[in-house]
């Protein structure tokens, strides 16, 4: 009977929706949710680069930019705008065009989307700045969606958000990127079709920001009172601000505000994000904070009406302008929810690859065997690209964001490699422009676990080993702790990226750990945070088989 219960269960597992499984995790490393009617900022700890969502009924959903990382446009969904969970992906396994064989395409294809709900149904658009704008579409916000429609077409348009007017046209507004179409800092306007699929007309430019706001991009369109409203940010990623512009004509003239500054705070560049109401009439405001190696963390603002024009943050000064909050009361959404977080430990329990698990390009279904009878996930050794440099050139990274200013990432992994040559690697990875990691290799002289890292990887050089131990097998725990004092780096090079250290030890029966190796100064990716997480991989070779890495568990603790 307890066998059949058993089979039952994990019967039911396999089916039920990924909010079912995980709508009650909470975060062993940081919540922001206080427990008394309040919150801290920021309210998600993580990587969400350029949040966007929008409110249906009760429920509120979140999406943000995912570049390369597949699966791509993870949903995220709150009652609150302070508790969040991870329900899915817009994008689950590709993007076109599709390459063979697959290699990450490091800071391209998904850029800045929007979110919104019409007419009974979820609408995501973006910018792929080297093909145009896409659009996906879903009846519910945890799938399936719809395969990708090319919008618009054209080299350099990003930031996407469409807006449904009230006598049925739709428009869609954009920015460029100046590294592809040669232009920034100018907001567009066009008009799509009915069905918001195609756009009908050339797109004009609405707004020019050279002069008072360079850099101008990330718009999100808004009507409200007869006016039409894009809140836009300006002034570059790590110190800009946020705009707002107004016209009772869709394109123009728009008058501006800057509406939210870092003012006398410590949240440098507070803008990019979303305007969203509650049930109740209040009104907030979601943005990023980039911070560096952790990427663009998300804050959540109050946000109040004066005169026509949204004040988002503290205007302590009354001049229309506000500052971000680090406490505040919660929003009122009529009643009080659990505590939740995105997803972040995982013991490998369900038979699909976990909501906050990306790898790092178009997946490949060769990759890993979702092993849930046995409450593991099985890396196959997947053979690296030809003219292979260092992990910056592999596909199959399996990876998530990380959590929080400090903690540790332990993994318990068997590694199983083939006995009929020597190469296949495996282990736990630490990545961005330069990684480390925990590599347990097969080599000539047996298995060998080395510490490794790569400086620059983006430019092609190579792995350096600091320590390295014998294994007499592969069963192995591997741990990294991060930890961040609040120190930032030089203002030569950036001057509001936090500095974040990671230590890698090792342990044969998972109580005492042994130190390997050297600190390591994480390091963002191209456009994304640093992310921790596995592989497997072995040498360019022609061979019809290879070794695994079994891992039964990877978990987030303090």
Request: glycine share 10%; hydrophobic share 35%; net charge neutral.
């Amino acid at each position: 009977m307890n066998i059949l219960k058993s089979l039952l269960g994990l019967a039911v597992l396999s089916v039920m929706p990924l909010a079912a499984q995980d709508a009650g995790y909470v975060s062993k490393v940081w919540v922001s949710d206080l427990g008394n009617g309040k919150y801290k900022n920021p309210v998600l700890y993580a990587d969400y680069s350029d949040p966007d969502a929008c409110r249906v009924g009760d429920d509120f959903y979140m999406t943000s930019s995912s570049f390369n990382c597949l699966p791509g446009l993870q949903i995220l969904h709150s009652k609150d705008l302070v508790n969040w969970s991870i329900i899915g992906a817009a994008v689950p396994y590709e993007l076109a065009p599709v390459q063979t064989p697959e290699r990450p395409e490091h800071g391209n294809r998904v850029w800045a989307p929007s979110i919104r709900h019409h007419n009974g149904e979820f609408y995501i658009f973006w910018g792929d700045p080297d093909q145009g704008v896409f659009m996906v579409k879903s009846k519910k916000p945890e799938g399936p969606w719809s395969e990708p429609v090319l919008v618009k077409a054209g080299k350099g348009l990003i930031d996407a958000c469409p807006l449904w007017d009230g006598d049925g046209k739709v428009y869609m507004v954009h920015a460029y990127a100046g590294s592809r179409a040669g232009l920034k800092s100018v907001i567009a306007v066009c008009e799509l079709n009915a069905e918001a699929d195609k756009a009908i007309t050339q797109s004009r430019i609405i707004f020019d920001g050279h002069e008072a706001h360079e850099t101008c991009e990330g718009p999100k369109f808004y009507k409200k009172d007869g006016y039409y409203y894009i809140f836009h940010p300006a002034g570059g990623v790590p110190t800009g601000w946020q705009v707002v512009l107004r016209s009772k004509n869709v394109y123009g003239p728009y008058e501006w505000r800057t509406v939210l500054a870092q003012g006398n705070t410590e949240v440098n560049g507070p803008h990019q994000g979303a305007w969203v109401d509650t049930q109740t009439g209040e009104d907030w405001f979601l943005h990023f904070q980039d911070v560096g190696a952790y990427g663009r963390i998300v804050h959540l603002q109050p946000m109040t009406w004066k005169d026509g024009w949204p004040v988002i943050g503290i205007d302590k000064d009354g001049d229309g302008c506000g500052e971000p909050v680090l406490t505040y009361k919660k929003p009122n959404v009529g009643k009080n929810y659990p505590i939740c977080t995105p997803q972040e430990s995982d013991e490998f329990d369900g038979f699909t690859l976990s909501p906050q698990w990306q790898w790092h390009a178009n997946i490949n279904e060769k990759w890993a065997y979702y092993a849930g009878e046995q409450s593991v996930v099985r890396l196959y050794s997947y053979p690296v690209v030809e003219d292979y440099k260092n992990l910056w050139d592999v596909a199959n990274l399996l990876l998530q964001k990380t959590p929080a200013k400090d903690f540790t990432a332990t993994m318990k992994m068997n590694f199983k490699p083939s006995e009929k040559y020597k190469g296949e690697r495996t282990g736990l990875v630490v990545m961005g422009l330069d990684y480390s990691g925990l590599i347990v290799e097969n080599t000539d002289n047996g298995l060998e676990l080395s510490q490794i890292e790569c400086k620059k990887a983006d430019k092609g050089n190579p792995e350096v080993k600091n320590a390295s131990v014998p294994l007499s097998d592969g069963n192995v725990y591997l741990r990294v702790k991060f930890s961040c004092d609040g120190r930032k780096i030089a203002k030569s090079e950036g001057g509001h990226d936090l500095v974040v250290m990671c230590d890698f030890s090792y342990s044969l029966d998972g109580k005492k750990y042994k130190k390997l190796g050297k600190s390591f100064q994480a390091r963002e990716g191209k456009w994304i945070g640093t992310k921790v997480g596995m592989f497997c991989t072995r040498p360019a070779i022609k061979a019809n088989d290879g070794g695994w890495t079994d891992v039964d568990w990877f978990r987030i603790t303090k």
